[in-house]
């Protein structure tokens, strides 16, 4: 049965990588106060004015903890993704391995440093900076 909330997606997953979700959702929740969330493509995500900022999913690698506009964060422990956009991410694979500070103080910058990938099409593939 498909997740239809993000406790649910959360709750699909193993263990060990439920209890990371579940702390990343509590984690970022309460960063990012006046923020829409929901699955997208299958996935939790957090918008802000329908613009994604801030996601996580599972991969082969642990749970991936993604910021759509992370690359322009200048944070060490976000690895920037392809190039062609501005994402960055982090992998979990324990809880123990997740900084509070450091959650917290990327969703503040999240806040502050985005990009419109809400109007991508519309832009034709390009990214504007919004804020």
């Given amino acids: 049965m498909k997740s239809q909330t ?3 997606y959360n ?13 990343l959702k509590n984690l970022i929740d309460t960063s990012l106060l006046d923020t829409e ?14 613009n994604p900022i801030v996601g996580y999913s599972l991969q082969k690698k642990g ?12 944070e060490p422990k976000l690895q920037p993704g ?7 991410s982090v992998f979990y694979n324990s809880v ?7 959650i917290k103080n990327w969703c503040q910058k999240a806040i502050g440093i985005q990009y419109n ?10 990214l504007e900076r919004i804020n």
């Fill in 63 to 74: 749970v991936r903890l993604m910021f759509w506009s992370g690359a322009d964060f200048e």
């Fill in 37 to 50: 969330n929901k699955l997208w493509h299958g996935h939790p995500v957090w918008f802000i004015n329908s």
């Fill in 117 to 126: 990938y809400r109007d991508i099409i519309k832009n034709k593939g390009q």
């Fill in 6 to 8: 993000i406790d649910e």
């Fill in 11 to 23: 709750q699909t997953l193993a263990k060990e990588f439920s209890a990371i979700a579940n702390r």
């Fill in 96 to 102: 123990d391995e997740i900084s509070p500070n450091d």
């Fill in 82 to 88: 392809t190039g062609k956009f501005k994402d960055a």
